[in-house]
C-alpha cells in the first residue's frame, strides 16, 4: 500500500510543470539542467528554459546622434551629459541598474535610476552618464562599465576620446 502510493505520489510531480513547482535557489547552479534561477523580484525560484531565460544585458555603443559607435569625444574641464546603449538580449523583462568607473582623472558617473530601468526582453535602452575630464588626462581613457540585471552582472569596457 505504501509503496502504490509513493508511486502515485511520484507520478503527480513528474506530470507537474517544472516552473509550477518552484524550487528555490540563488544561482543557475543550483537548477536542474535546462532551467535557470529566476532571481527578478526576489521569486529565486528554478524556470524552465522552454519558457523564458535569464537577462543579458550588452554594450551596443554610444548614442551619437541617430548612430552609435563605439568611442566618443570628449572636451576636458567640461562636464558632458551623454547616452550609451544597452540592450536586454536575454529571455525576460528586468530592471537594469548601471555603475560607471573611470581613471581617477576621469569623474564618472551613471544617470540610471537607483532602482533600475525595466526593459523587456529583446529590447534596449539609453542609458544615461556624465563625465568630467580633468585637464591632462590621458586620452583615450577606459572606462568600465557594470550594468546589473536581476541579481547578475555584467560587465564590459568604454572607450572615451579626451580633446583639449
Request: proline fraction near 6%.
Amino acid at each position: 500500500m505504501k509503496a502504490a502510493m509513493l508511486l502515485v505520489a511520484l507520478a503527480a510531480c513528474a506530470a507537474t510543470p517544472l516552473d509550477e513547482i518552484e524550487i528555490a535557489c540563488t544561482s543557475d547552479a543550483e537548477c536542474p539542467d535546462e532551467t535557470w534561477c529566476d532571481l527578478r523580484y526576489h521569486s529565486n525560484v528554478c524556470r524552465s528554459l522552454e519558457h523564458s531565460g535569464p537577462p543579458r544585458v550588452v554594450f551596443d555603443g554610444f548614442v551619437v546622434g541617430d548612430q552609435l559607435a563605439q568611442t566618443i569625444s570628449v572636451p576636458s574641464k567640461t562636464i558632458s551629459l551623454r547616452d550609451m546603449r544597452l540592450r536586454n538580449a536575454g529571455g525576460s523583462q528586468t530592471y537594469v541598474t548601471m555603475e560607471l568607473i573611470g581613471p581617477p582623472c576621469v569623474d564618472a558617473d551613471s544617470n540610471v535610476r537607483n532602482d533600475g530601468e525595466l526593459v523587456d526582453e529583446g529590447d534596449s535602452f539609453d542609458a544615461g552618464f556624465s563625465v568630467y575630464p580633468v585637464a591632462g588626462c590621458a586620452s583615450p581613457a577606459m572606462l568600465t562599465v557594470t550594468a546589473t540585471a536581476s541579481s547578475r552582472v555584467f560587465t564590459f569596457t568604454a572607450m572615451i576620446s579626451i580633446t583639449p
